[in-house]
């Protein structure tokens, strides 16, 4: 069983739909990373959780720790938002666990 | 404030040559990760550094690559006598001292004919 489990590991989807894209995960974790990947290859970090829910723009994240489990919701969803969602849970801030990312496709 | 800075954005090497890749932190940032991503694999970390020291090089192969971060100019992460395997993208990181909140360069593309 993979240590960071993503779903849905592609998702494609209307202009204006709300996404939500769920990671879980097996290992101990001090905090989790949501990360965005574009075609082009370059990463951005999205968010860094320990706990509870942030939120950026139409971006949101949650983390349940109990339950090992994060979302990522995207509202108002953008063809811009086009890209690989990665969740990355570490046991220190650059220990990171990649999971293989979620492909999502926002089609006008 | 600019972000993580790497250079060059793509390399191009022939077996058995050298090469070097170059990230600046953000400003206010000590702290600095190199990460590589293999086709159709995740990253995995490589080796974490503050300025004049390694810190976790727990990821970095044992031969032909090292890594510095000097007191000035950027880190460099060398390969030495590559081969078709080190092909990959590199990602450079950095966080400041305090938050642990790590920013990703757009990573530099090392292709080895």
């Known amino acids: 069983k993979n240590e960071v489990e993503q779903s849905p590991q592609n998702l494609t989807a209307q202009e204006g739909e709300f996404i939500t894209i769920n990671c879980s995960y097996s290992v101990g974790i001090s905090a989790l990373h949501w990360l965005q990947q574009h075609p082009g290859g370059g990463i951005v970090s999205l968010f860094m959780?320990?706990?509870?829910?942030k939120k950026h723009g139409r971006l949101i994240a949650t983390i349940n720790i109990q339950e090992k489990h994060s979302s990522l919701h995207i509202t108002a969803s953008h063809p811009r938002d086009s890209a690989v969602y990665i969740c990355a849970p570490g046991d220190s801030n650059y220990q990171l666990i990649w999971g293989a990312g979620t492909k999502l496709i926002i089609k006008p | 404030n600019a972000g993580v800075m790497q250079n060059p954005r793509h390399l191009v090497r022939r077996r058995g040559q050298e090469a070097r890749l170059r990230c600046s932190p953000m400003?206010?940032?000590?702290?600095v990760y190199w990460y590589r991503q293999l086709p159709e694999e995740g990253l995995k970390f490589m080796v974490y550094?503050?300025?004049?020291?390694?810190?976790?090089e727990s990821g970095m192969p044992k031969e032909r690559f090292s890594a510095e971060f000097p007191k000035e100019g950027p880190s460099i992460l060398r390969i030495q006598q590559v081969v078709r395997g080190d092909s990959a993208a590199y990602f450079c990181?950095?966080?400041?001292?305090?938050?642990?909140?790590?920013?990703f360069g757009e990573g530099s593309r090392l292709t080895v004919l």
């Open positions: 400003k206010g940032h000590s702290h």
């Open positions: 550094l503050q300025k004049e020291n390694i810190i976790d």
């Open positions: 990181a950095s966080s400041p001292p305090s938050t642990g909140a790590v920013f």
């Open positions: 959780l320990s706990s509870g829910k």
